[in-house]
């Protein structure tokens, strides 16, 4: 049972516009949501968090947004720029400090 | 510090093998954590340790896996009796601190093929 959803596989996203990554959760028990940013052969790298009592966090070009009567959150990337192309992985953290992570969302930023 | 390093990088073996890995965390992490990764999937948590002490295990750890930190620095999962499913990234990770510690570091991770 995925209790941390990312239904979009790939999303491509022309340089200097928004790119809008989405996510959904199953678990009211999670305190932190995270986003992870992956290169190839080589792990994961956090990016940004947002507390579960919180609805946005920002850190330069990366805002996360939180609705947690959606159970939902989204990472923005504004501008996208070419080194944005990744893998995003959306996560949450159990009190317990396991770590879930969704699938992924492949991010091709076009010229 | 460089980060946390992972040894090997890319391991092939036959099915039925024993194999070892290794992961040194950023030194001073106190909690260092064990992830797979199979192909069109995130990472999934396996076990982590606080210094020495294995605080969780996965059930997906089956009897075949098992993880040490002998002296609360370096950490090795070994696999017996290798199955082609166990094919996968395994992924080492740490943090530091008390309470809840979501900036995990993560190494490069290490291949594993079972032919």
């Known amino acids: 049972d995925q209790q941390v959803k990312q239904n979009s596989p790939s999303l491509s996203v022309q340089e200097g516009r928004i790119s809008i990554l989405n996510c959904d959760y199953t678990n009211s028990m999670f305190d932190y949501f995270l986003w992870y940013k992956k290169y190839p052969a080589e792990g994961p790298t956090f990016l940004i968090s947002?507390?579960?009592?919180?609805d946005k966090n920002e850190d330069g070009r990366f805002t996360v947004f939180l609705n947690k009567s959606a159970k939902h959150l989204s990472l923005h990337i504004v501008p996208s720029q070419p080194g944005d192309s990744a893998v995003y992985f959306c996560a949450a953290l159990l009190r317990d400090d396991k770590i879930i992570f969704g699938k992924g969302t492949r991010l091709h930023i076009l010229p | 510090d460089t980060g946390v390093s992972q040894d090997p990088r890319h391991k092939i073996t036959k099915r039925g093998q024993n194999v070892t890995f290794r992961c040194d965390p950023i030194?001073?992490?106190?909690?260092l954590y064990w992830y797979r990764q199979t192909l069109g999937q995130g990472p999934e948590f396996l076990t982590y340790?606080?210094?020495?002490?294995?605080?969780?295990k996965s059930r997906l750890l089956s009897d075949r896996f098992s993880a040490e930190r002998p002296k609360g620095s370096f950490s090795t999962l070994e696999i017996q009796r290798t199955e082609q499913g166990d094919s996968a990234m395994y992924l080492c990770a740490s943090s530091f601190g008390q309470g809840s510690t979501y900036e995990q570091y993560f190494g490069p991770g290490t291949r594993l093929t079972v032919t």
């Open positions: 947002i507390s579960s009592i919180k």
């Open positions: 030194s001073e992490h106190n909690r």
């Open positions: 340790f606080q210094n020495e002490a294995q605080l969780e």
